[in-house]
């Protein structure tokens, strides 16, 4: 597609719940990024993906949460049981990859989460 | 390891007014820097980028940023604000392998007439 693409855009959900996120990266972007945006901090490294393989998940908060990447293409990140802390707007990024050193991230709009 | 520090949460100029948003950084090898521009409900967009050639950096809509690695500083600033400018800005340091992008707590630009 033309940009990265995010679903939902907003996800109201109750405390103990299954939530799954869905990114779609730019067509041809090998490396995909998570990142999560809480209110009134930065943007928090969840986990980065080149093709299919995670080597750094070291961001992912806890055992509950978990990504994974089909084909290169679109990622999935799920959170288990959620919990009102994971509150959050969370955005997916897309890069060519490090083979094309610019660097540049293009990033989805967001999904943001509510659990309640 | 590696961190970004941006001063101050909010910052408001006047319109024409000079913009300087500050951002420090910590790394252990030479970093690649970048300003990002978040408007509202919009996703972040790259603003501009430091890749060790110029210190000096040119970014779109009027912005540059110098990297001065003797203060691990990378301030955005603009001469005369816009009010088109008002966003949220975020500073970025990543290692050269782009694994990893670390942001800083972004910086509230209110630009008022």
């Known amino acids: 597609g033309a940009g990265v693409s995010q679903s939902p855009s907003n996800k109201v959900t109750e405390k103990g719940k299954d939530v799954e996120l869905r990114c779609d990266p730019i067509?041809?972007?090998?490396?995909l990024y998570w990142y999560r945006q809480s209110l009134g901090q930065g943007l928090e490294f969840l986990i980065y993906?080149?093709?299919?393989?995670?080597?750094?998940k070291s961001g992912l908060p806890s055992d509950r949460f978990s990504a994974e990447r089909t084909g290169g293409s679109v990622s999935t990140l799920t959170i288990q049981r959620t919990q009102q802390e994971d509150s959050a707007v969370y955005l997916c990024?897309?890069?060519?990859?490090?083979?094309?050193?610019?660097?540049?991230?293009?990033f989805g709009e967001g999904s943001r989460l509510t659990v309640l | 390891a590696q961190s970004v520090t941006q001063l101050g949460s909010h910052v408001s100029v006047s319109e024409g007014a000079l913009v300087l948003l500050r951002c420090n950084y910590s790394?252990?090898?030479?970093?690649?820097l970048f300003w990002y521009v978040q408007y509202p409900n919009q996703g972040l967009q790259l603003l501009l980028k430091?890749?060790?050639?110029?210190?000096l950096v040119k970014g779109i809509n009027g912005f540059e940023a110098e990297f001065k690695k003797s203060e691990t500083s990378f301030h955005l600033t603009k001469p005369s604000a816009h009010m088109s400018d008002a966003a949220e800005y975020f500073c970025?340091?990543?290692?050269?392998?782009?694994?990893?992008?670390?942001f800083g707590s972004g910086t509230k630009l209110n630009v008022k007439p």
């Open positions: 970025a340091v990543s290692a050269s392998n782009f694994n990893k992008f670390y």
């Open positions: 790394s252990s090898v030479p970093p690649y």
């Open positions: 067509s041809g972007h090998t490396a």
């Open positions: 430091y890749t060790s050639a110029a210190t």
């Open positions: 993906f080149q093709g299919n393989s995670a080597p750094d």
């Open positions: 990024a897309s890069s060519p990859g490090t083979g094309f050193v610019t660097g540049e991230l293009f």
